[in-house]
């Protein structure tokens, strides 16, 4: 009779304070008040089941959403929390923090007038607060990024002009385009999402500005030093199916031709949370083995 009642007590309390204590927790709503973009920016945190409990200092990776999405997209559509739980209990991920930021409708990038300086604010501002904030490892070797569509576009900028920040980066069908594709871009869709980023009223020829040079990953790399490049792992992940495969693609020659070491993937599937949802893990995967190297 003892033994049951022992048996039943380790079913009913022990087992789920087990189950619940390998559980990291996300904890949403925080604000940084950036005098970079004067307001306030919020953002939410993934924290690895033993943060609470113990004194370690943890490898990052700043996870970004895309287009219309916000810090939450990732939680709420991508549910990078249960994934993350799942991964790093049985051990395919190694224990990070995951931080997503909202950025609005920015692209990441300081745009055209400098009214907005979205990149200045994550590098001056927003990195050091996380780093201050939570216990993390400073080291670029222990700093990863991913993101998804504008968050890809995003990854690869931050990777590409500040190579000296990051072990790598993991962009999912990001957005790149090529100078025909914004050339061709509809006048509607242009003065809606790039005319804030790049200038207003521009057609044809006339939109491939130095600004927009400077913030095109396939640009950055054609003209940039391609030896700092390669101090960054970088593992680009596009569906057969994405129409945004184009430019992945472009991305994956130029990188072979400038012989930067990456890996390019390219799943079934199109431009979707599902295809997000079953990448992720494998992209985290990738930045986690930079922090086991030497």
């Excluded at 939450?72 to 051990?91: H, K």
């Excluded at 990149?119 to 939570?134: A, G, H, L, S, W």
């Excluded at 030093?225 to 199916?241: N, P, Q, T």
């Amino acid at each position: 009779m003892k033994k049951d009642v022992f048996i039943l007590f380790v079913i009913l309390f022990v087992f789920p304070a087990f189950a619940q204590s390998s559980k990291g927790k996300i904890i949403e709503g925080i604000k940084i008040k950036s005098e970079i973009l004067g307001e306030d920016i919020r953002y939410t945190v993934y924290l690895p089941y033993d943060y609470d409990t113990s004194n370690k200092y943890y490898p990052v990776v700043y996870l970004l959403h895309g287009y219309t999405d916000n810090d939450m997209g990732w939680v709420q559509f991508g549910e990078i929390d249960r994934l993350a739980n799942d991964a790093i209990e049985s051990g395919e991920i190694t224990p990070m923090i995951i931080v997503m930021p909202d950025a609005g409708v920015s692209w990441y990038i300081n745009n055209f007038d400098n009214s907005v300086r979205y990149e200045d604010f994550f590098i001056k501002e927003f990195i050091p607060q996380v780093e201050r904030k939570y216990r993390v490892r400073t080291e670029k070797r222990y700093r990863g990024i991913a993101g998804l569509s504008m968050g890809g576009f995003g990854t690869l900028i931050y990777t590409l002009k500040h190579p000296d920040l990051f072990s790598a980066c993991a962009p999912f069908s990001a957005a790149i385009y090529t100078k025909e594709f914004v050339k061709n871009i509809s006048e509607s869709r242009w003065q809606k999402v790039e005319s804030v980023l790049y200038g207003p009223d521009l057609k044809g020829e006339e939109r491939i500005t130095d600004h927009w040079i400077s913030y095109n990953p396939l640009e950055i790399i054609k003209n940039g030093d391609a030896e700092k490049f390669k101090s960054v792992r970088y593992y680009i992940d596009c569906g057969d199916g994405d129409f945004l495969s184009e430019g992945n693609s472009e991305l994956h020659i130029l990188m072979t031709e400038k012989e930067i070491p990456h890996e390019y993937r390219v799943r079934d599937g199109k431009h979707n949370w599902t295809y997000w949802r079953t990448g992720i893990i494998d992209g985290l995967k990738f930045i986690g083995q930079s922090f086991h190297q030497e």
